[in-house]
Each structure stands twice: as C-alpha cells, then as structure tokens.
C-alpha cells in the first residue's frame, strides 16, 4: 500500500525567504503525486500534480516541487513567500485500483510567515 | 463549473440525533470520495464511490455510518445515531477515475453536543 510522509508538522519563514517543505512516498510503481493547500476554513486546492515527464512541475500561485524518484521524495518549493501563503500543506500520493483511484494524503505541514 | 457543492456548511445537533450530510460532485467526475477532518487524526478518507458504486468503505467508523450514491449527482453520509466523537469537518471530493487528480468541496462542519 502507498504512504506519504510530510517529516515537518510546523515551520516558521519570514515574508520573501524561500521555502521548501518536504514530502517522501512509498509506492510500488510510478507515482501520482499532488500538492494541495488548505486555507483556514477551506477546503482542499491543489497546487500542482506530477504524473509523468518532466520532473519539475509548476503549479499555482509561484509554487513548484521536483520528483526525485531515487529519493522517493516530491518536495514543494516557492523562491518567495508571501504573508498569504500561510495554511496547510498536504502531499499525496495516488494510485489506481482497477477503474477506480484514490488518494494517500500524509498529515500535513502547517506554515506560519512572519512579517 | 461550481465546483463539489457541499450541504450544510455548518451543523450542530445533539447527541443521539441522525444527521445527513450532502454533496452534488462536479458533472462528468465519476469517483467521489468522503473524507473526515480532525485535529487528531488528520484527514481520514472514509469512503469513495465509482460509477455510483462503494469501491472501499473501509473507512467508515462504525456501523453508525453510512453513505449513499443514487445518481451520479448526489450522494449522502448518515450518522445514525451522532456522537460528539464525530465532531469533525466532512469534505466530499469528486475526480474522473483514470486521473487522480481529486476537487473537494468546501466541507460541512459537524458539532455533535
């Protein structure tokens, strides 16, 4: 069975450092892998989604993250955060039973910016 | 589109009560997951649907829990009969099946005194 480990509960940056959260999966084969944010209050949205090709994706709001598959890591990445970057973030892992998917989400990393 | 419509957005009922939660998934998504949310125990998926039909329900609590997909526009989590345990937010989510890729709604929030 997949699993995704986010190893930081909480980190701290100040507006306009760089970030990078962490994020290592288990899975037998070729992984989906998604980044979501939750916003206090809201639901889940996603930032970006790796399912093959180029390793680096793109994602919303100046985000990235990298497929390292001998690292069996997707680590999320923003050159410059913003005081609204502040929520929840959720890696996952996907896989397909049959005609049906679902997805593995680890626990989260809560971020906190500072002015 | 609008998007996974989720009724209510907020509930408070009394221990013991029955309480339905609703989603509406977004047209022509034929996978649709309920997850639970707590501080304690994270995001919990408790069980999804393909093609209206329960995939894995292993999720689910206990017996006191059920869902339902008549249609693939609607589907329903009963907790019968509610305990303050199950105080949590409730999110439905909705993907096509050979993509992953899950849109969630904005969630109910359940407070069971």
């Known amino acids: 069975a997949q699993s995704v480990t986010q190893p930081d509960i909480h980190i701290t940056v100040s507006e306009g450092a760089s970030l990078e959260l962490r994020c290592n999966y288990s899975?037998?084969?070729?992984?989906?892998l998604f980044w979501y944010v939750q916003s206090p209050g809201q639901g889940l949205q996603l930032l970006l989604k790796y399912f093959s090709g180029d390793t680096l994706v793109q994602g919303i709001k100046g985000f990235e993250a990298e497929f390292k598959r001998s690292q069996s890591s997707f680590n999320l990445r923003k050159p410059s955060v913003h005081w609204s970057d502040a929520a929840e973030y959720f890696c996952a892992v996907g896989a397909t039973y049959g005609t049906a998917s679902k997805l593995t989400f680890g626990t989260g990393t809560r971020l906190q910016v500072t002015l | 589109d609008a998007g996974v419509i989720q009724s209510p957005r907020h509930e408070v009922t009394e221990m013991g009560q029955e309480v339905t939660l609703r989603c509406k998934p977004i047209?022509?998504?034929?996978?649709l997951f309920w997850y639970r949310q707590t501080m304690m125990r994270g995001l919990e998926l408790l069980i999804y649907f393909n093609n209206n039909v329960p995939i894995d329900d292993s999720g689910m609590p206990e017996d006191r829990f059920s869902a339902k997909m008549p249609n693939a526009s609607f589907s329903t989590l009963k907790i019968q009969p509610s305990e303050p345990r199950d105080s949590a937010v409730y999110f439905c989510a909705a993907s096509r099946s050979s993509y992953n890729e899950q849109f969630f709604g904005p969630g109910t929030r359940l407070t069971v005194l």
């Open positions: 899975y037998g084969a070729t992984p989906y």
């Open positions: 047209s022509g998504h034929n996978s």
